[in-house]
Each structure stands twice: as C-alpha cells, then as structure tokens.
C-alpha cells in the first residue's frame, strides 16, 4: 500500500478489528452471562479451547490496531501548534511512543497470558 | 497555517452542543478510557485463568469493593464504544445518515448505553 494510501488503510483497519472486538466481547460476555456459578475447570477449559485462543490471539492484534488509529486520531487532533507551538511535534511523538510502547505490551502480555494455557 | 483566524473561546458554547457532538465526544472519551481499562481486563484474565485461587481472588476483588466501582466504569464504557460504534459503522454504509435520523439515533445511542450500563451493574452487584 503506498503512503497516499495510508488513511485508507487506517480507515478499513479500524473498521474490520472493530468488528472482530464487537463478536468477541459479545462472544465473551454471552459465555459468562450464561455460566454465573462458573468453576475455573470450565473457564480455563473454555479459553483453552483452539477456536478460542486463536480468537482471543485475533481480537488481541485487533485491540491494538483498533487502539493505535484511535489514539492517533486523538493525539493529531489536540496535540498540534494551534495550542503546543513549535513543539506539538516532538509531544506529539512522545505521546505516540507512549501509545505504541502500552500496545506493544498488551500483546506480549495478553500472547503469553492466551497461549500458555494451550 | 493562518495564526490570524477567529477563534471562539466563549465557554457556555463551547460546552453547550448538538446532541450528535455529545454522542461522539463520548464515543471518543470511552476509547480512550479503555486504551488504558484494558490493562485491567488483561489483569483480571491472567489472574482468573492461572489458578483456583486465582479466579477466586478475583471473586473476592469484585465483590462489592471500590474494584467492582472500576470494572463497571469499564464496562459501561465498553458498551457505549460498542453501541455508538455500531452507529457509526451504519453511517458508514449511509444507514440513517440524514440529519433528522442522527437526532434520534444519537439519543437512542445514549439511551440504551444507559439502559445496558444499569443492567451490567445488576450483573456485577
């Protein structure tokens, strides 16, 4: 994809993991709405299962693509030198790194967490 | 960038806006909200899934304490993101895009969050 393309990119990406986020928070609230005395046999055997942790593995990539457009969306929007001058650039990349470093540690956390239970 | 342009700086319209600003401000908040609630939720996955004393600690934490006060927060702004993101995906397709249409949707938006956000306190008290 060339980089006049990248708004489209972004635009598509924010919208296909949106979807996957929305069927797996359905996904995951509809199994603990229906199991409220739930023992953890259950509840690890239910993560556990393959389908699950490849979907859990999708929806984890999904947050942090969905979280990264957003929060960029944010930071291009009030961090500018309408109100920071001539250093909203360099805040700017400072808020960026900070996105990107939590993101970065979501996935590792949230890989090791979904696949050391397979 | 022209440095010279009008600028309103007048509080009572700034804070004073169309409902559909309102529900797409909140949209924005709720996001930004779970960037960070999501570490929580990471949290409580790890805890509840590592052991039976695990997940029974997380009975405990949520038991009608501050915490239970903090996953509902979460929560309730997980299901305005989805609700008004399902909205938005629907303008997307030029569903209800007219602005008559979006008066009511962005209502409708913030009324049944309110609904499902008190039904989630149900669940969790």
């Known amino acids: 994809m060339s980089v006049r393309n990248r708004g489209l990119l972004d635009y598509v990406m924010q919208r296909v993991s949106a979807l996957v986020l929305g069927f797996y928070t359905f996904c995951l609230l509809g199994f603990l709405l229906s199991h409220s005395e739930l023992s953890q046999v259950e509840w690890v055997g239910f993560m556990q299962s393959m389908p699950m942790m490849i979907f859990s593995t999708v929806s984890l990539v999904s947050l942090c693509v969905h979280a990264w457009v957003g929060m960029w969306t944010i930071g291009t929007d009030y961090i500018r030198t309408f109100s920071f001058g001539k250093r909203s650039t360099f805040l700017r990349q400072v808020y960026q790194a900070f996105v990107v470093a939590l993101l970065l540690m979501y996935l590792g956390l949230g890989s090791s967490i979904i696949w050391s239970l397979g | ?125």
């Not at chain 2, 309103?8 to 409902?19: A, E, K, M, W």
């Not at chain 2, 570490?39 to 405990?60: C, K, M, N, P």
Request: glycine residues 8%; proline residues 2%.
């Open chain 2, 1 to 125: 960038m022209n440095t010279e342009r009008p600028v309103n700086l007048t509080f009572s319209t700034i804070i004073r806006q169309p409902v559909h600003a309102v529900a797409s401000f909140l949209h924005r908040v709720s996001g930004a909200f779970l960037f960070f609630g999501s570490a929580y939720l990471l949290f409580l996955l790890d805890r509840s899934l590592a052991s039976e004393l695990g997940l029974h600690g997380v009975r405990i934490r949520l038991d009608g304490t501050p915490e239970t006060y903090l996953l509902w927060l979460i929560l309730v702004a997980l299901i305005y993101h989805v609700v008004a993101g399902t909205k938005h995906l629907l303008l997307d397709m030029h569903v209800g895009d007219t602005h008559a249409a979006t008066v009511v949707s962005s209502y409708l938006v913030i009324i049944v969050s309110g609904v499902l956000a008190t039904l989630a306190g149900f669940w969790l008290w």
